[in-house]
């Protein structure tokens, strides 16, 4: 089955940046979703079609791609950023695949 | 606004069926712009699609899931529903309900999600 590839852990200084980045062989062809999950809460979407940004969610969060690797980078972290990111892709066959999971400690 | 909201038993026994329901409010589940799909994490693990229903009926499951899923669509009572047959200690988890875009720019991204349910599977 489609695998996506995630760091298990990224630390970083208050105001530093962070970079979280989700590997997988299909991501030249298809978009990638990064989500934000907080202990004891639903994730919530941050970035779509790999660079694109909700509404309602800070400029600090960016995303970007390179062949088979997507990036989620948090320029200038605050505490509140402290929590588990998620990518999410899919396959060719329209199943839904999310990453390993990656928890960012601040 | 739009939110979801899953409901349904904390506890089941090996071998039986999970059975969970989400309801929509703040918005009709009968839209052609979204899908609406299951979504479960085991205790301090990621994440995993079972699958997505469209307000027509139409079903896409995760195929190794498949054989023991069943999502359905009540469009009167503005419901979605999850079965999972034949339950294990690996089927505990929470479990989210999620609204899927269909069309447009956020196409394919889960942009609503319910605050998810704990399942346990024990006897």
């Known amino acids: 089955s489609y695998e996506l590839t995630q760091p298990p852990s990224v630390s970083v200084s208050p105001g530093q940046t962070a970079r979280i980045t989700c590997s997988g062989d299909?991501?030249?062809?298809?978009?990638v979703y990064w989500y934000q999950q907080k202990p004891g809460q639903a994730p919530v979407l941050m970035i779509y079609?790999?660079?694109e940004r909700p509404s309602g969610i800070p400029e600090r969060f960016s995303g970007s791609s390179s062949g088979t690797t997507v990036t989620l980078t948090i320029s200038g972290v605050q505490a509140e950023d402290e929590a588990d990111y998620y990518c999410?892709?899919?396959?060719?066959?329209?199943?839904?695949?999310f990453g390993t999971g990656t928890k960012v400690t601040v | 606004h739009l939110q979801l909201q899953e409901s349904g038993p904390g506890l089941v026994k090996p071998s039986e069926t999970l059975s969970l329901t989400c309801t929509v409010s703040?918005?009709?589940?009968?839209?052609?712009?979204?899908?609406w799909g299951w979504i479960r994490q085991p205790p301090g693990k990621g994440l995993e699609w079972i699958g997505s229903?469209?307000?027509?009926?139409?079903?896409y499951y995760n195929p190794p899931l498949k054989t023991r899923v069943t999502i359905s669509v009540d469009t009167s009572k503005n419901q979605f529903s999850l079965k999972v047959n034949s339950v294990t200690a690996a089927d505990t988890a929470i479990y989210y309900c999620?609204?899927?875009?269909?069309?447009?720019?956020?196409?394919?991204?889960?942009?609503?999600w319910g605050q998810g349910t704990m399942v346990t599977v024990s006897s």
């Open positions: 299909a991501l030249p062809n298809q978009y």
């Open positions: 999620a609204r899927r875009v269909g069309r447009g720019d956020m196409t394919d991204a889960f942009d609503i």
């Open positions: 999410q892709s899919a396959d060719s066959s329209g199943t839904y695949v």
């Open positions: 229903v469209y307000y027509s009926g139409n079903t």
């Open positions: 703040g918005g009709s589940i009968s839209s052609d712009y979204f899908y």
């Open positions: 079609r790999d660079t």
